[in-house]
């Protein structure tokens, strides 16, 4: 019987003040494809920010969804938010990537202020499909890649302001290696399942400290509550309600990690409608209390990996 495969949800977040979140150094130069033990993995994954990232050295392949391609020194990966991937390299041998995490849903209406069309239709493309390339076939694109890699390394005087302005060119450069948006080209019936529900993944991570029902998620999804309560669970392994608490229950250790805000007012920020549902999901996820998570959250990222969500169906 073939093993079933899992997609994990893997979170990340831009720092504050800053247009991007940049991961870089020795800490990525490691074997990619394999767990702490050095047994292969399997599983895709998908993260909540457009991801880019850039081959500095190594081999291997990149799985987007269901198609894969190989790699080397100099390939660079376009993967839009929501979309399953993951890396895999040869034999257990170092690789040495570097990632730029972007938030585009709120930086391209930032950088085109007065054109909010133009800031839709660049993310609309922007996140039309994943897509690898090479240095060589994408000159520019690999420039700005590492210019702004460099910038945030370096963090010299007044270097938000130059990712800022490299941050436009990128976004341009991205689109020109989409395809045009053509309307109506694919029924959503047609549309892979994980495709059909993102936007009500993207609705939960934009409006998930107000008061959220399933038919609304469902609303955005162009589904029936039924239909999409169906495929929301064979594609997350979750409860459309599950992976709400989930996602508010990240965002509320952020709060508690980097601010003092009464307890109470970080479970109503996150959308919990009282102390004693927050309490309990808090639990759930962490183990402990909010309030003594607080004390001592050495243990975050470790408890919330814990908590992936879970492709129950294999790609």
Known sequence: MRKKEYLEF???????????????????????????????LSNLHFHNLLEIGYCFDGKGSIVLEKTECEYGAGTITVIPKNYPHTTNGIDRTSN?????????????????????????????????????????ESPFLS?????????????????????????????????????????????????PDSIQISRSLEYVGDHFDRPLRVEDLAAVCHMSEPHFRRIFVKCMGVSPAEYINQVRIRAA????????????????????????????NF????????????????????RLSDKNI???EGW
């Not at 979170?11 to 292969?40: F, T």
């Not at 270097?159 to 053509?182: C, D, K, M, N």
Request: hydrophobic share 35%; charged share 30%; glycine share 4%.
């Open 10 to 40: 893997r979170y990340y977040e831009v720092p504050h003040n800053e247009p991007l979140l940049a991961l870089y150094g020795d800490v990525w130069v490691r074997p990619y494809g394999y767990d702490e033990n050095g047994k292969p």
């Open 143 to 191: 420039f700005l890649i590492q210019a702004i890699l460099r910038e945030m390394s370096d963090r010299k005087e007044l270097y938000t302001e130059t990712v800022t302005g490299l941050l436009r060119a990128l976004f341009v450069e991205i689109s020109r290696h989409q395809p045009e948006l053509i309307e109506n080209a694919s029924p959503a019936s047609q549309k």
């Open 96 to 136: 040495h990537w570097e990632y730029l995490f972007i938030d585009a849903e709120k930086s391209l209406p930032a950088l085109y202020p007065d054109d909010p069309r133009q800031a839709q239709s660049l993310l609309a493309r922007v996140h039309r499909s994943a897509f690898c390339t090479t240095a060589e």
């Open 253 to 280: 250790c952020e709060l508690l990690r980097k601010s003092n805000e009464p307890i109470a007012d970080v479970a109503d920020k996150c959308g919990f409608c009282s102390l004693s549902t927050f309490d309990r």
């Open 283 to 302: 639990h759930k996820y962490m183990g402990t209390t909010p309030k003594e998570w607080r004390k001592s959250p050495d243990a975050y990222e470790r």
């Open 310 to 312: 879970l492709l129950r």
